[in-house]
């Protein structure tokens, strides 16, 4: 196979990956606070034919040697926006919206026998009953449990009301009495771009230890001192679908040149092969 056809082919695979990201995007366009994909390509370069003569490789010449010739293109990484999107009231005192960006709500997620910390941006929160009863916990819509400065928000049942104050303290009304039950753990994501995507849109962190990085290096507390987040509201999907669909017709316009790429190649052999 010609490297013609060769570097067609490895871009095409490449490229239905990036339709899978924007196609991941439109799906969730929304979702509360999902965050944009973006798919960043890199290219194959990794051959260098010394076949260029003087005058071109003559003294003080300043480009290399030789011409370098690549296999196509890779998906080199698919990055996280974590702007902000569109608050929207809903006045629902559980649905908390996060102001800044790069700002994660933590949660606390058991799968397998496994339990690990998870980070999203989405604040649609409720409360559900443990310790037969006695108690409530503050969880996500799919029951993960919401973390605070000392662990998952765990507040004794018999209150009245309960609301998340601007700088994520959690206030609970017992009669006449206010008071403090514990403050969310709001995060800062400082390299998002290392957060890898775990579906029902939630982030981890990936292997510290692969990487060479301490924890403090990627995320850190977010300071509380303003305002960081907005109660009775949600945050809307960042997804810019006009941007999406663009992307989503060039894509689609560069795998059919790929693709014709290999049929002219292929049909430019065969009048080489029926030469006499």
């Known amino acids: 196979m010609s490297r013609t056809m060769i570097q067609a082919a490895v871009t095409m695979n490449q490229l239905q990956n990036k339709l899978d990201v924007v196609g991941s995007n439109l799906a969730n366009s929304q979702t509360n606070g999902y965050k944009t994909r973006q798919a960043d390509f890199s290219s194959l370069l990794f ?5 260029m003569t003087d005058p071109a490789n003559g003294e003080g010449r300043l480009t290399p040697d030789g011409v370098r010739v690549g296999s ?3 998906l080199g990484s698919v990055n996280i926006d974590l702007t902000p999107g569109t608050v929207q009231e809903t006045d629902r005192a559980l649905d908390t919206a996060l102001l800044e960006k790069n700002h994660l709500f933590p949660i606390q997620v058991t799968e397998n026998g496994e339990t690990e910390t998870r980070y999203t941006r989405d604040g649609s929160f409720y409360i ?3 310790n037969g009863g006695q108690d409530v916990m503050l969880t996500t819509k799919d029951g993960h449990p919401v973390l605070g400065e000392n662990g998952p928000v765990i507040i004794a049942e018999g209150f009245d009301d309960m609301t998340i104050q601007p700088n994520g303290q959690i206030a609970v009304q017992r009669g006449n009495v206010t008071e403090n039950a514990g403050n969310l753990a709001v995060t800062e994501a400082m390299r998002p771009q290392l957060l890898e995507a775990t579906g029902d849109n939630g982030f981890r962190l990936p292997d510290l230890d692969e990487l060479g990085l301490e924890f403090a290096e990627i995320m850190q507390p977010a300071d509380v001192n303003g305002d960081i987040l907005q109660s009775g509201a949600l945050e809307q999907s960042n997804v810019d679908l006009s941007q999406q669909l663009t992307d989503m017709t060039t894509t689609q316009r560069s795998y059919q040149f790929n693709g014709r790429t290999i049929s002219m190649t292929d049909q ?9």
């Open 268 to 276: 430019m052999m065969g009048l080489v092969n029926q030469l006499r």
């Open 128 to 130: 559900s009953p443990v």
């Open 47 to 51: 051959q260098q034919i010394d076949n």
């Open 72 to 74: 196509g293109a890779r």
